[in-house]
């Protein structure tokens, strides 16, 4: 088993940044690629970033690219994602994922483990 837990989420104006991070512990591998998601009110979870085992691959998808950036500390075994200029629409409640794979995808079907989420609002 591989326990996630998030935090960093919460209320920012337009415009405005937040740093979301994502504890990884338990069973996991010694090297393996993770991933955030997100789902707004109303629409189905989507891909937002994802980054590999040795942070060389971090894709990102087109909405976000250029404001949000992932990274991650493997000594910290916390994965981060770091996310500027924020926009009405990126309200949704995000959630970081664990692949045993080494690569960075964005197919949700690649990922085992899921968090429990944490909320970001995007409102002035």
């Known amino acids: 088993q591989v326990q996630l837990v998030e935090s960093g989420g919460g209320l920012v104006q337009p415009g405005g940044s937040l740093r979301l991070s994502c504890g990884v512990s338990g069973r996991t591998s010694s090297s393996y690629a993770m991933g955030w998601f997100r789902q707004a009110p109303g629409k189905a979870r989507e891909f937002v970033a994802a980054?590999?085992?040795?942070?060389?691959?971090?894709p990102y998808a087109d909405s976000v690219k250029g404001r949000f950036t992932i990274s991650r500390d493997i000594a910290k075994n916390t994965v981060y994602l770091q996310m500027n200029s924020l926009k009405p629409w990126d309200t949704a409640v995000y959630y970081c994922?664990?692949?045993?794979?080494?690569?960075?995808?964005?197919?949700?079907?690649?990922?085992?483990?899921w968090g429990q989420g944490t909320q970001v609002t995007v409102s002035s």
């Open positions: 980054i590999s085992w040795n942070a060389d691959s971090t």
């Open positions: 994922a664990f692949s045993y794979s080494a690569w960075a995808l964005s197919a949700q079907s690649h990922y085992t483990y």
